[in-house]
């Protein structure tokens, strides 16, 4: 029977006393990270945690040789090229960390697009040349002006979805395009007996704080359909108790030292509904003494000119 190698089984070993003896371990994903990013993210971050690159078949026989049972679902995150973290902070701001860390990269090729690449219309460094053909072989419209190579049209060089050539790949680092986010992705966290996923540890405070803002209004105005007293919504009802009284007050002419601003306010809208009504029916009596001027105006112009024809031709 072959045995594994000593260099494996003491990783091993080490890789499970350290998990036991961590406050939180992570498993992250460094799938297309650089190694020079990933050694930058280590050396950052070396006061709070330590990350070690391991197989995955390495990995999960250093969970499953853990005395700790509820570990052994953790390996369940173990896919792909992965590495180990242990750390002092919690899951939620180790995660938060990480996600700080991640920066944009250009495209090697064999990338699936995380989102439309969009090409813009705009004027490159290149001068006339061999590039040229590189644009056109990728579909750019190209032409050139002031000795420069202008893309003339806004393309839609990779959908979201599509792997990228590395043809494109290329293209797109001559333009400076950075269509990648690389970084440590974490896939799954552990802590005291408790399994954190990606998508539980991406729920930030913010988001948190939303929720419940959300649910505490809408428990609010159930409530306050209800009439179910609380605490918190005695302030609206009476506030809706005041407005219901004085507007009773008002439609009964109950006047008090309280609402005796509202019944002033009342008379004065009420005096200028009255002024507006007297001033329209004014006008069109006024017009029509203003017609009346006009035809005696037309009559007199007509006698005028009888008067003028007469005297010319007598």
Do not use: C
Request: charged share 30%.
């Amino acid at each position: 029977m072959r045995h594994p190698a000593s260099w494996k089984v003491d990783l091993v070993k080490s890789v499970a006393d350290e998990i036991e003896g961590s406050e939180v371990s992570a498993i992250a994903s460094i799938n297309g990270i650089r190694n020079n990013q990933l050694q930058k993210i280590r050396s950052d971050l070396s006061a709070h945690m330590k990350l070690k690159v391991i197989r995955k078949r390495l990995l999960i026989k250093a969970l499953d040789s853990s005395k700790d049972k509820k570990i052994h679902d953790f390996k369940q995150f173990a896919q792909g090229q992965i590495a180990i973290i242990t750390t002092d902070l919690e899951p939620a701001k180790l995660y938060s960390t990480l996600e700080t860390t991640k920066q944009k990269a250009a495209a090697r090729g064999g990338e699936t697009a995380p989102e439309d690449i969009i090409i813009e219309a705009k004027e490159t460094s290149f001068p006339p040349g061999p590039m040229i053909s590189e644009f056109q072989k990728a579909g750019l419209t190209t032409a050139i002006e002031k000795g420069k190579i202008v893309i003339k049209k806004e393309s839609l060089f990779v959908k979201k979805g599509e792997v990228i050539s590395k043809d494109k790949a290329k293209l797109m680092e001559k333009l400076e395009i950075k269509p990648i986010t690389v970084g440590l992705d974490i896939l799954g966290a552990y802590s005291h007996g408790l399994i954190y996923s990606k998508e539980v540890l991406s729920i930030t405070e913010e988001v948190i704080i939303a929720d419940i803002m959300k649910g505490f209004s809408a428990a609010k105005a159930i409530a306050l359909d209800a009439q179910y007293l609380v605490p918190e919504i005695i302030p609206d009802l009476l506030v809706k108790a005041t407005i219901n009284a004085e507007q009773l007050a008002l439609d009964a002419g109950l006047v008090s030292e309280g609402n005796i601003e509202l019944f002033i306010l009342k008379a004065i809208r009420e005096a200028n509904a009255i002024n507006q009504t007297l001033e329209g029916e004014e006008k069109p009596k006024e017009s029509k003494k203003d017609d009346k001027k006009d035809e005696k105006a037309q009559e007199d112009a007509s006698e005028n000119v009888s008067a003028g024809l007469e005297s010319l031709f007598g």
